[in-house]
């Protein structure tokens, strides 16, 4: 079956405007998961959505970083008045419940801010 | 706080030979998982290995095994005859059973030469 899609594969955008990343786990995933990877770094965790439960939104790192998961499949990634160190690798897992173990990924989005 | 450290920015190693890859762990757990993730030019994270802390007995996927020494908090990943499909960032991550929150380490690139 499909896997983890995320759209747009990479994206450039102007300092201070607003981007919106998606994501289509697979179907039958409860599990989904938002995290960025800067240059050279290793993954950061952002966001966490099970089912109808509330999101973990522990990860995200300002107030202009907000997700939604509707219907509990796609979701969406939006940042707001985009900054220059919001540049990154936004990728997008799920998995099938909260005890699966394995996460399997997209294959990102790319975000370039100028 | 649970940390994962991969000490080893880059490697090399030559086709058809080994190379092994370290990663070291901090948690104060008993049960938990570890894992490999490959992640190659395309931006796609693969699961390579993963690693019960509650089995002794070191995972093998065909030409990758892990040496995971519990006691001192080590999980290093053995890429055996190595190819070139094998150069790629790998990461290590740690994740407790009783959460479903995956933690990272910085990553480590393989370079395999011909």
């Known amino acids: 079956g499909a896997g983890v899609s995320q759209s747009p594969s990479n994206k450039v955008t102007e300092k201070g405007k607003d981007v919106e990343l998606r994501c289509d786990p697979i179907s039958g995933h409860t599990a989904l998961y938002w995290y960025r990877q800067s240059l050279g770094q290793g993954l950061e965790f952002l966001i966490y959505f099970q089912g109808n439960s509330a999101p973990d939104k522990s990860g995200l790192p300002s107030d202009r970083f907000s997700a939604e998961r509707t219907g509990g499949s796609v979701s969406t990634l939006t940042i707001q008045r985009t900054q220059q160190e919001d540049s990154a690798v936004y990728l997008c897992?799920?998995?099938?419940?909260?005890?699966?173990?394995?996460?399997?990924f997209g294959p990102g989005t790319r975000l370039t801010v100028t | 706080a649970q940390t994962v450290t991969q000490s080893q920015p880059e490697m090399s190693v030559q086709e058809a030979e080994t190379v092994t890859l370290s990663c070291t762990y901090d948690t104060s757990e008993s049960d938990y998982y570890l894992f490999w993730y490959k992640q190659p030019p395309s931006r796609q994270m693969i699961l390579v290995i993963r690693?019960?802390?509650?089995?002794?007995q070191n995972a093998t996927e065909n030409r990758f095994s892990v040496n995971f020494q519990k006691a001192a908090k080590s999980f290093s990943l053995k890429i055996s005859d190595s190819q070139l499909g094998d150069a790629a960032m790998y990461f290590c991550?740690?994740?407790?059973?009783?959460?479903?929150?995956?933690?990272f380490g910085t990553g480590t690139r393989l370079k395999v030469l011909a």
């Open positions: 897992a799920s998995s099938l419940a909260v005890t699966g173990t394995e996460q399997y």
């Open positions: 690693q019960e802390a509650y089995k002794q």
């Open positions: 991550a740690y994740r407790w059973r009783e959460t479903y929150k995956y933690i």
